[in-house]
């Protein structure tokens, strides 16, 4: 972990442009990919990703802002969310409760 890592409550989870599935933990997590593997590095909410990630690990911003403009930047690039089921145990079976982005 690295020293300056700020989880995120609920993960998500984009289709990349690809095909492949990647899943984002933390806000710097979601920064790394911003800055180092981002395929359009132009944009209004790609911007104000890069610009809140990096807030929130200066703790200026919370992590909760960092995420949904992550989330907004995602979306203009073209990389939709997958929608994960939540799950919980109940008495040794698992049982999907709910839909989290």
Do not use: H
């Amino acid at each position: 972990m690295v020293v300056n890592e700020i989880p995120w409550t609920i993960p998500l989870t984009a289709r990349l442009s690809n095909g492949l599935e990647r899943t984002f933990t933390s806000v710097y997590e979601a920064l790394d990919f911003l800055e180092n593997e981002w395929p359009l590095r132009k944009g209004e909410r790609y911007e104000r990703a890069v610009r809140t990630c990096r807030q929130a690990l200066n703790r200026m911003t919370p992590a909760a802002v960092a995420r949904e403009a992550f989330i907004a930047a995602c979306l203009e690039a073209g990389m939709p969310l997958v929608m994960v089921a939540a799950q919980r145990k109940t008495r040794g079976s698992e049982t999907k409760t709910a839909l989290s982005a």
